[in-house]
Nanobody, 118 residues
Framework: QVQFVESGGGLVQPGGSLRLSCAAS???????????LGWYRQVPGNQRELVAS???????YYADSVKGRFTISRDNAKNTAYLQMNSLKREDTAVYYC?????????WGQGTQVTVSS
């Protein structure tokens, strides 16, 4: 099992910034150090979309829609990932779900709301 502590969501005006953090803990990190941390986002009625991810080695992925605006990073000692979101747009409004992928399984956080509105 993996437990998550997510923070950083909220309301921001277009062009503003937010920083999400996701601290993960659990026995999977000691039994298998390989894992991926990241975020999906979901708007009601739409499928969940992968936003960004990062491996323990620092390999990362960004959705085309956020490239150049979002930056993902992680602290391996704390099993914590961060998503710096700059130049936010109204279309970034969604529930952002932190996730952890280990071989054979994906664990999900409870989600945090990000609303971009004036």
């Amino acid at each position: 099992q993996v437990q998550f502590v997510e923070s950083g969501g909220g309301l921001v005006q277009p062009g503003g910034s937010l920083r999400l953090s996701c601290a993960a803990s659990g026995s999977v990190f000691s039994s298998d150090p390989w894992n991926v941390l990241g975020w999906y986002r979901q708007v009601p009625g739409n499928q969940r979309e992968l936003v960004a991810s990062i491996t323990r080695d620092g390999a990362f992925y960004y959705a085309d829609s956020v490239k150049g605006r979002f930056t993902i990073s992680r602290d391996n000692a704390k099993n914590t990932a961060y998503l710096q979101m700059n130049s936010l747009k109204r279309e970034d409004t969604a529930v952002y779900y932190c996730y952890c992928r280990v071989p054979g399984k994906t664990y999900w956080g409870q989600g945090t709301q990000v609303t971009v509105s004036s």
